[in-house]
C-alpha cells in the first residue's frame, strides 16, 4: 500500500502559489505556441519536490462571526503535477530531485500516469543535468527547464570541477542562446 505521507512537503506561501500560478500560465503558453512547430516537447524540472505542496492550516477559535474551524491539512499542486497536467501536453516529463522519499513520491506519480512518458532522476541536480543537456539531440525538439531550489540554497549551475564540466556548461548556454534567437526571428 502506498504511503498516505509520501506526498508531504511543506514549504512556500502565498508566493509560492503566485510563482506556480505563473509557471502554469507560462507552460500552457509555451506549449500551445510550439506545439505545430517541433516534434517533441520536454519538461525538465530539476528540484521537482513530490508534485505537491502540503499547507498545514492551524485551527481557528470561534468569535463573534465565525465557528470554530479545526486544524487541517491542504494538498495543493506542486510543479510536477501542474506540468503533468498542462494542454497541450509535454511529451515527456523529467523529474529530478536529490532527496530519496521526494523521488518515491515522483515515482508513484509516474505510476499513476502510465500513459504518459515521465522519467524520475534520483540525483544532484548540477549533474543530472549536465549529463542530460550534453547527451541529448535538440534538432526537433524544444524544452522548459524549471529551476526551483529552496530559497536560500542557491543553485550553482557551474560545478567547481574540471573542464569536462566546464564544456557541458557551455555546451547549454550555447543551446539557451539558441532558443533566444528562435524566439527573436519569429
Ligand atoms: C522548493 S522545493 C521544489 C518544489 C517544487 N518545484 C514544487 O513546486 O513542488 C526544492 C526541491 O529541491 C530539492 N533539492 C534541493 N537541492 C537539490 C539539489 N542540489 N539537487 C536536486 N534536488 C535538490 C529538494 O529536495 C526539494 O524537493
Redesign the pocket.
Same mark, same amino acid.
Given at each position: 500500500m502506498a504511503d498516505p505521507n509520501l506526498g508531504d /512537503?511543506q514549504?512556500?506561501g502565498v508566493s509560492t502559489d503566485l510563482k506556480?500560478s505563473i509557471v502554469e500560465g507560462y507552460l500552457k503558453a509555451f506549449t500551445t505556441a510550439l506545439r505545430p512547430r517541433f516534434r517533441e516537447l520536454v519538461y525538465i524540472?530539476?528540484?521537482?519536490?513530490?508534485?505537491?505542496?502540503t499547507v498545514a492550516h492551524a485551527a481557528v477559535e470561534a468569535n463573534l462571526w465565525d465557528d470554530y474551524t479545526p486544524a487541517r491539512i491542504e494538498r495543493l499542486r &506542486?510543479?510536477?503535477k501542474i506540468a503533468i497536467d498542462i494542454v497541450p501536453p509535454f511529451d515527456q516529463l523529467l523529474f529530478?530531485? /536529490?532527496?530519496a522519499r /521526494?523521488c518515491a513520491a515522483l515515482r508513484a506519480l509516474k505510476d499513476a500516469n502510465p500513459d504518459r512518458r515521465i522519467a524520475v532522476e534520483e &540525483?544532484?541536480?548540477?549533474s543530472v543535468l549536465g549529463n542530460i543537456l550534453s547527451s541529448r539531440n535538440w534538432a526537433g525538439r524544444r524544452g522548459v527547464l524549471?529551476l526551483?531550489?529552496?530559497p536560500g540554497?542557491p543553485f550553482h549551475p557551474l560545478p567547481p570541477a574540471g573542464l569536462r564540466d566546464w564544456r557541458v556548461a557551455a555546451a547549454s548556454r550555447r543551446r539557451t542562446l539558441q532558443c533566444s534567437a528562435w524566439r527573436r526571428r519569429r
Open positions: /512537503h514549504f512556500g506556480l524540472d530539476a528540484f521537482a519536490g513530490t508534485g505537491e505542496r &506542486g510543479s510536477a529530478i530531485d /536529490h532527496d /521526494h &540525483g544532484d541536480a548540477t524549471f526551483d531550489p529552496y540554497r
